[in-house]
């Protein structure tokens, strides 16, 4: 089946620090990636879209400054936590959907972002 | 905002069937209902999906009502290992954007 891999699981940064989180499909082509994140007791939480090869879409009340998403290769997106402060902890989440007709989503397995 | 209402949360006895509903009284022509399911600290795993017509694989099944108004993941034997929450959710396969609610938290006892 797909596989989604994301990098690193678990990652410790200090506050104003910047954080790359990288997110790859390892099977298959991704033409569209997307970012979530997901706070203790909740749920999953839309962030952006990413196109390879075009700018990300952003969710409404999301700040692409802080948030930004590369998405260089049919294989590779990347968030990065720009200045990142304690509320930025999170679990982040990445999912990954091919170009092949009528296949779902594939999720990466989280990296839980710590910041003191 | 989620399309899906899921009842908050289930028990099930090991070895019994699982059935999870849910409500999406407002699909569109075009939305298919999938299901997911998050056991904690892991991403989302993709269980089954379907449009209208009912679906199996070596997971679970799903029925869809005839008016699409509703569905049921039904897990036909479940294991401890089945413990999670399960995310019903209705997208249209074109956009590919998945808008998750609270889902159902499954807890299969022994």
């Known amino acids: 089946g797909a596989v989604v891999s994301q990098h690193p699981s678990r990652v410790i940064c200090k506050s104003g620090t910047s954080v790359k989180i990288e997110c790859r499909s390892l099977d298959f082509q991704a033409t569209t990636m997307f970012w979530y994140r997901q706070f203790p007791k909740q749920s999953l939480m839309l962030m952006a879209t990413s196109n390879e090869g075009s700018k990300a879409t952003y969710e409404q009340g999301v700040e692409k400054d802080k948030f930004l998403i590369n998405h260089a290769s049919l294989t590779l997106s990347t968030l990065t936590v720009t200045s990142a402060h304690p509320e930025d902890s999170s679990f982040y989440i990445c999912s990954a959907q091919s170009s092949g007709a009528n296949s779902p989503l594939h999720f990466g397995n989280g990296t839980r972002l710590t910041v003191t | ?110």
């Open chain 2, 1 to 110: 905002d989620a399309k899906t209402t899921q009842p908050t949360s289930m028990d099930c006895a090991e070895g019994r069937a699982a059935n999870l509903p849910c409500n999406h009284s407002t699909i569109s022509g075009n939305e298919y209902v999938y299901w997911y399911r998050q056991i904690h600290s892991q991403g989302p795993q993709y269980i089954i999906h379907g449009l209208k017509n009912n679906e199996t694989n070596e997971m679970a099944s799903l029925i869809i009502t005839e008016d699409r108004k509703s569905s049921t993941l039904i897990l036909p034997h479940a294991t401890l290992r089945d413990t999670a929450v399960y995310y019903c959710i209705v997208s249209s396969y074109n956009t590919g954007k998945l808008i998750f609610g609270q889902g159902t938290t499954l807890q299969v006892k022994p």
